[in-house]
């Protein structure tokens, strides 16, 4: 009797090591890196020791595999080759089983140990190491660390055999990032689900993953929107213009923006005019700063933050002026807009009852996508447009009439009004249609 209890024991003994291995190959490998790294710079000697091994898991991991295996061989040795055959006479005794009394012990002694290995040795470790793998990986660090130091030959043995065999089926070692952008964008909206993050901050992180990817056309003020100072004008209508604009910058050009000679700070001319000795207007402006159409936001962020200016004029191939902008404009594409009370007055997004909604045309199209839920909007990638009127003009191909619809993935888009040829507003509904059918 007492030797069946020492190879139950035994067993049992056998199965919580294989849990602890398990447990502890888990923790290490889902452990966040970036929390082991920082309860290393606080001083936390076993942190530093398990993002040693999440740094380079391979022998670590080899050695826990060695045991695991090692573990479930003498498992099913004890359990065939002693309970099963003690287990044996006592099925015997058994008038209907006799003759199927050694198979019955083998599955019943196996049927008992696979439960138990699963539940004690697979299934509840590996729960606890996810519950929280940085406590577990730093616990069982330094003992997993001393087991990959003494199982070393044996575990250069296998990979080396490992090797060989990748590289005789012509398997390559991946070269993929750890962590990829959309991997991270996936970690920081489970993180606003979960509550870690306010939606402020998720929306803001948001757009500026989005900013890397948009050109500077998307942001731009265009330049049938720009507001400047012709350098030939009287000066009192330079004044009228200044003191009635709400810009504190304004370009300043010869008869032509594209003859643009620098960009005025509108206090400077008014404070030059109240001085009583009026300065010259030229000798008032900056060095413009100029950009092409095909820069990238956070390029342009950059040159702002390099040269301390705080405008740009956009250009095209052949050295026109396509537009403007600000670092207002690149900061309310990270925060969200920053509304006038003029924009209050007459916002963008309208809501209506029905659900449809009411937009301005020179709605962002990223925006949009994000209003109606829609990862993707027909040539997008093209870069033919950057706003909801500019989408409109591209499913349409010509310049529409109020009134024109089409209809695209459930959507019905109508212009409902035209400022001159730009496209002033759109009506966007739910439609059960899924085509671009223009009309």
């Given at each position: 009797?007492?030797?069946?209890?020492?190879?139950?024991?035994?067993?049992?003994?056998?199965?919580?090591?294989?849990?602890?291995?398990?447990?502890?190959?888990?923790?290490?490998?889902?452990?966040?890196?970036?929390?082991?790294?920082?309860?290393?710079?606080?001083?936390?000697?076993?942190?530093?020791?398990?993002?040693?091994?999440?740094?380079?898991?391979?022998?670590?991991?080899?050695?826990?595999?060695?045991?695991?295996?090692?573990?479930?061989?003498?498992?099913?040795?004890?359990?065939?080759?002693?309970?099963?055959?003690?287990?044996?006479?006592?099925?015997?005794?058994?008038?209907?089983?006799?003759?199927?009394?050694?198979?019955?012990?083998?599955?019943?002694?196996?049927?008992?140990?696979?439960?138990?290995?699963?539940?004690?040795?697979?299934?509840?470790?590996?729960?606890?190491?996810?519950?929280?793998?940085?406590?577990?990986?730093?616990?069982?660090?330094?003992?997993?660390?001393?087991?990959?130091?003494?199982?070393?030959?044996?575990?250069?043995?296998?990979?080396?055999?490992?090797?060989?065999?990748?590289?005789?089926?012509?398997?390559?070692?991946?070269?993929?990032?750890?962590?990829?952008?959309?991997?991270?964008?996936?970690?920081?909206?489970?993180?606003?689900?979960?509550?870690?993050?306010?939606?402020?901050?998720?929306?803001?992180?948001?757009?500026?993953?989005?900013?890397?990817?948009?050109?500077?056309?998307?942001?731009?003020?265009?330049?049938?929107?720009?507001?400047?100072?012709?350098?030939?004008?009287?000066?009192?209508?330079?004044?009228?213009?200044?003191?009635?604009?709400?810009?504190?910058?304004?370009?300043?050009?010869?008869?032509?923006?594209?003859?643009?000679?620098?960009?005025?700070?509108?206090r400077h001319l008014l404070a030059s005019e109240l001085s009583g000795n009026p300065a010259d207007l030229k000798e008032l402006l900056q060095p413009p700063l100029y950009i092409t159409e095909s820069a990238r936001a956070l390029t342009v962020l950059e040159q702002f933050r390099q040269t301390g200016v705080r405008i740009?004029?956009?250009?095209?191939?052949?050295?026109?002026?396509?537009?403007?902008?600000?670092?207002?404009?690149?900061?309310?594409?990270?925060?969200?807009?920053?509304?006038?009370?003029?924009?209050?007055?007459?916002?963008?997004?309208?809501?209506?009852?029905?659900?449809?909604?009411?937009?301005?045309?020179?709605?962002?199209?990223?925006?949009?996508?994000?209003?109606?839920?829609?990862?993707?909007?027909?040539?997008?990638?093209?870069?033919?447009?950057?706003?909801?009127?500019?989408?409109?003009?591209?499913?349409?191909?010509?310049?529409?009439?109020?009134?024109?619809?089409?209809?695209?993935?459930?959507?019905?888009?109508?212009?409902?009004?035209?400022?001159?040829?730009?496209?002033?507003?759109?009506?966007?509904?739910?439609?059960?249609?899924?085509?671009?059918?223009?009309?």
């Amino acid at each position: 009797m007492i030797i069946v209890l020492v190879e139950i024991v035994l067993i049992l003994v056998l199965i919580v090591a294989n849990g602890i291995f398990s447990g502890s190959e888990i923790a290490v490998v889902s452990a966040r890196k970036i929390r082991l790294e920082q309860l290393a710079e606080q001083g936390n000697a076993r942190a530093r020791v398990a993002l040693r091994l999440a740094n380079s898991p391979n022998d670590f991991l080899s050695a826990v595999q060695i045991g695991i295996t090692l573990i479930g061989i003498l498992s099913g040795a004890v359990g065939g080759a002693t309970l099963a055959r003690r287990l044996h006479p006592v099925v015997a005794s058994i008038p209907l089983l006799r003759a199927w009394s050694e198979g019955i012990s083998v599955a019943v002694v196996v049927g008992i140990i696979t439960y138990l290995s699963l539940v004690i040795g697979e299934l509840l470790p590996k729960r606890i190491a996810l519950n929280n793998p940085e406590a577990v990986a730093c616990a069982v660090a330094r003992p997993m660390r001393w087991l990959a130091r003494w199982t070393a030959p044996l575990v250069q043995l296998l990979g080396r055999s490992t090797d060989v065999l990748l590289n005789l089926f012509g398997i390559q070692c991946s070269t993929e990032p750890d962590l990829t952008e959309e991997e991270i964008k996936a970690l920081i909206r489970q993180g606003a689900e979960s509550g870690v993050l306010d939606e402020a901050e998720h929306d803001m992180v948001q757009r500026v993953f989005r900013l890397g990817d948009r050109s500077i056309r998307a942001i731009m003020t265009p330049r049938t929107e720009i507001c400047w100072l012709d350098l030939n004008a009287p000066r009192q209508q330079q004044l009228e213009l200044v003191t009635n604009s709400n810009h504190s910058r304004l370009p300043v050009a010869q008869a032509s923006l594209d003859a643009c000679i620098g960009i005025l700070r509108g206090r400077h001319l008014l404070a030059s005019e109240l001085s009583g000795n009026p300065a010259d207007l030229k000798e008032l402006l900056q060095p413009p700063l100029y950009i092409t159409e095909s820069a990238r936001a956070l390029t342009v962020l950059e040159q702002f933050r390099q040269t301390g200016v705080r405008i740009a004029l956009v250009t095209d191939e052949y050295g026109g002026i396509e537009g403007l902008v600000t670092l207002t404009d690149l900061m309310e594409a990270i925060v969200g807009d920053l509304p006038s009370a003029e924009d209050l007055e007459d916002p963008q997004i309208i809501r209506r009852e029905d659900g449809s909604w009411l937009l301005d045309g020179a709605l962002d199209i990223n925006e949009f996508k994000d209003l109606v839920e829609r990862p993707s909007l027909p040539d997008e990638a093209s870069g033919s447009f950057h706003t909801l009127g500019g989408f409109v003009l591209h499913v349409l191909g010509r310049v529409p009439r109020a009134g024109d619809h089409f209809s695209w993935d459930g959507l019905r888009f109508e212009v409902m009004d035209m400022d001159g040829k730009r496209i002033d507003k759109v009506l966007v509904a739910a439609l059960p249609q899924t085509s671009i059918q223009p009309c």
